[in-house]
């Protein structure tokens, strides 16, 4: 469906989200002052907002920051609606342009206003939801990556014991049955993310792609995956198949790196890639292999460990 021009449009909004509550701020027609108003974050407040802005039957404009979990309810109720163009903007942006309008203070009201601001005045990049399958994927692997750390900090209180004869061995044993219960709940969360790919054909075309190239396995190709699968085609940023033409065709430059043997390949500036997807592919996630998009100019670096 072909989206309204700018013209056609009637209401514009912006919302700050919270855990809690939405902080709303609309306009009615290009002359009309901003009105302020707030909501719960739930789903009864998401239809209460749905009802607010859609109030004088006009097609609206909405434009919210990027919250998590907390604004992908929101996000998804209201792209539904055929009467409502939504946008979802990078939090920065958003404070760059609070900048250039001189609004100094950040409060929700305000944040909501400098929103409004926005969907009234910028370019408009509606926002593309990702399928259900690609953010059951997504939550499963980001769950592990928590867990994975975890992990890590609870190895490195375990070396720091056994380094003393003077501690009670019951920190110790407790401690080892805390790592065996991580252990449990990763392998289980990773056999349940394997069971996500394998139903979605899409899904499993890229992660068995990705699988065939070399320094990416399993534990890899699935924390990359559950991050680029919800990302739109518009942004740019690397696909299951770029990544693999990449790795194979790219000539490695080897550097030593610490102990370990590091390969540096050079690709396309990838300089909007996202804080998450830039943390699961960097060598401290603890990965046995493990891969780097590091958004530098002019280029951008690929690592992987031999």
Same mark, same amino acid.
């Given at each position: 469906?072909?989206?309204?021009?700018?013209?056609?449009?009637?209401?514009?909004?912006?919302?700050?989200?919270?855990?809690?509550?939405?902080?709303?701020?609309?306009?009615?027609?290009?002359?009309?002052?901003?009105?302020?108003?707030?909501?719960?974050?739930?789903?009864?407040?998401?239809?209460? +907002?749905? #009802?607010?802005? %859609? =109030?004088?039957?006009? @097609? &609206?404009?909405?434009? !919210?920051? $990027?919250?998590?979990?907390?604004?992908?309810?929101?996000?998804?109720?209201?792209?539904?609606?055929?009467?409502?163009?939504?946008?979802?903007?990078?939090?920065?942006?958003?404070?760059?342009?609070?900048?250039?309008?001189?609004?100094?203070?950040?409060?929700?009201?305000?944040?909501?206003?400098?929103?409004?601001?926005?969907?009234?005045?910028?370019?408009?990049?509606?926002?593309?939801?990702?399928? +259900?399958? #690609?953010?059951? %994927? =997504?939550?499963?692997? @980001? &769950?592990?990556?928590? !867990?994975? $750390?975890?992990?890590?900090?609870?190895?490195?209180?375990?070396?720091?014991?056994?380094?003393?004869?003077?501690?009670?061995?019951?920190?110790?044993?407790?401690?080892?049955?805390?790592?065996?219960?991580?252990?449990?709940?990763?392998?289980?969360?990773?056999?349940?993310?394997?069971?996500?790919?394998?139903?979605?054909?899409?899904?499993?075309?890229?992660?068995?792609?990705?699988?065939?190239?070399?320094?990416?396995?399993?534990?890899?190709?699935?924390?990359?995956?559950?991050?680029?699968?919800?990302?739109?085609?518009?942004?740019?940023?690397?696909?299951?198949?770029?990544?693999?033409?990449?790795?194979?065709?790219?000539?490695?430059?080897?550097?030593?790196?610490?102990?370990?043997?590091?390969?540096?390949?050079?690709?396309?500036?990838?300089?909007?890639?996202?804080?998450?997807?830039?943390?699961?592919?960097?060598?401290?996630?603890?990965?046995?292999?493990?891969?780097?998009?590091?958004?530098?100019?002019?280029?951008?670096?690929?690592?992987?460990?031999?």
């Amino acid at each position: 469906m072909k989206k309204a021009s700018q013209a056609e449009v009637q209401v514009f909004a912006g919302i700050d989200v919270s855990a809690r509550e939405l902080s709303v701020a609309v306009q009615c027609g290009i002359e009309e002052k901003i009105a302020v108003t707030t909501f719960c974050n739930q789903a009864a407040g998401h239809k209460a +907002l749905l #009802a607010y802005l %859609l =109030r004088a039957n006009a @097609r &609206a404009r909405v434009c !919210l920051e $990027a919250s998590g979990n907390y604004s992908l309810d929101l996000a998804l109720t209201l792209q539904a609606h055929p009467q409502v163009e939504i946008s979802v903007v990078n939090p920065r942006r958003a404070r760059r342009f609070a900048e250039s309008l001189g609004e100094r203070s950040k409060t929700d009201p305000v944040d909501a206003r400098v929103l409004c601001e926005y969907a009234l005045r910028m370019r408009w990049v509606p926002w593309v939801p990702p399928s +259900l399958a #690609a953010l059951r %994927l =997504r939550s499963i692997t @980001r &769950a592990i990556e928590d !867990l994975v $750390a975890m992990q890590t900090q609870e190895n490195n209180r375990q070396h720091s014991l056994l380094a003393s004869d003077a501690l009670p061995a019951l920190l110790i044993r407790e401690l080892e049955k805390h790592l065996r219960y991580l252990k449990l709940r990763i392998t289980r969360l990773r056999r349940e993310a394997l069971r996500q790919i394998a139903l979605n054909p899409e899904l499993n075309r890229r992660f068995h792609l990705m699988l065939t190239t070399p320094g990416l396995g399993e534990t890899s190709s699935l924390q990359i995956l559950g991050e680029l699968a919800v990302l739109p085609d518009t942004l740019g940023l690397p696909s299951a198949d770029w990544i693999r033409s990449s790795l194979v065709r790219a000539p490695p430059l080897k550097r030593s790196r610490g102990s370990a043997e590091v390969v540096i390949v050079t690709c396309v500036e990838l300089s909007t890639c996202p804080r998450w997807l830039r943390y699961v592919m960097s060598p401290s996630c603890g990965a046995s292999t493990s891969v780097c998009f590091a958004a530098e100019k002019p280029h951008c670096r690929l690592w992987w460990q031999l």
